[in-house]
């Protein structure tokens, strides 16, 4: 099992450009979820999907918009890129596994608005 | 006030030492706690989880919980350079959504 993968892991934008995060998990999780990580910050969440087809606001949803493609993956998109937007997101997946039910996470996407 | 409070640090300790590592927090309708390990450039994964008050062990780990007091604990005994990370403490009401300590970051010195 390759678990929650992100792609991109790394990526550059101007202001005001666009771009879509990929994540997928092969844990056949219901919930899955976009944070970001900033310094003195902790996780942030962002966005969150309980089950296919239904997303809500996390905590700091401004300047994004996601997707619940299907059960394995949900995208986070940024319509126009802000500096304030820089940081490292990443996405996590809860279910079960290995008998714990709580929120297992992917590599991360860091992002860098110029 | 944040819902959950972590002391930054950093924290540097020698090899063999047993570290402390402490949050607390606000919302008495948290139960569910979990420690995550996260090491430089990777994603949190999770260390220990535990729902209630008391003790849980895993090997070198413990995670401590005192609902009354809304405090709790993580303890590395015998701690290793191998152990060099951030860790995050990490709890919820229900299990859907987590509510995240700012994160603690620890160095062992060989």
């Known amino acids: 099992n390759a678990g929650v993968t992100q792609t991109p892991k790394f990526q550059v934008l101007k202001t005001g450009q666009s771009m879509t995060l990929q994540c997928a998990q092969d844990?056949?999780?219901?919930?899955m979820y976009w944070y970001r990580q900033d310094p003195g910050m902790g996780l942030r969440l962002i966005y969150y999907?309980?089950?296919?087809?239904?997303?809500d606001k996390g905590e700091v949803p401004n300047g994004y918009n996601v997707s619940r493609l299907n059960k394995r993956e949900f995208s986070l998109r940024l319509e126009s890129a802000a500096p304030s937007q820089t940081s490292v997101y990443f996405c996590?997946?809860?279910?079960?596994?290995?008998?714990?039910?709580?929120?297992?996470f992917g590599p991360g996407t860091r992002l860098t608005v110029l | 006030q944040k819902e959950v409070e972590q002391d930054p640090g950093p924290l540097s300790v020698p090899e063999g030492a047993i570290v402390s590592l402490n949050c607390t927090y606000s919302?008495?309708?948290?139960?569910?706690f979990m420690w995550y390990r996260q090491y430089s450039r990777k994603g949190p994964e999770l260390l220990m989880y535990?729902?209630?008050?008391g003790n849980k062990e895993d090997g070198r780990f413990t995670a401590q919980v005192d609902k009354s007091s809304k405090y709790i604990s993580l303890f590395i005994r015998d701690s290793q350079p191998s152990d060099s990370a951030t860790y995050l403490c990490?709890?919820?009401?229900?299990?859907?959504?987590?509510?995240f300590g700012t994160g603690t970051r620890l160095t062992i010195i060989p």
């Open positions: 990490a709890m919820s009401v229900g299990n859907e959504k987590l509510t």
């Open positions: 844990m056949n999780h219901n919930s």
């Open positions: 996590a997946s809860r279910g079960l596994y290995g008998g714990t039910d709580t929120q297992y």
């Open positions: 919302n008495s309708a948290f139960q569910y």
């Open positions: 535990t729902y209630s008050s």
């Open positions: 999907s309980a089950s296919e087809g239904t997303t």
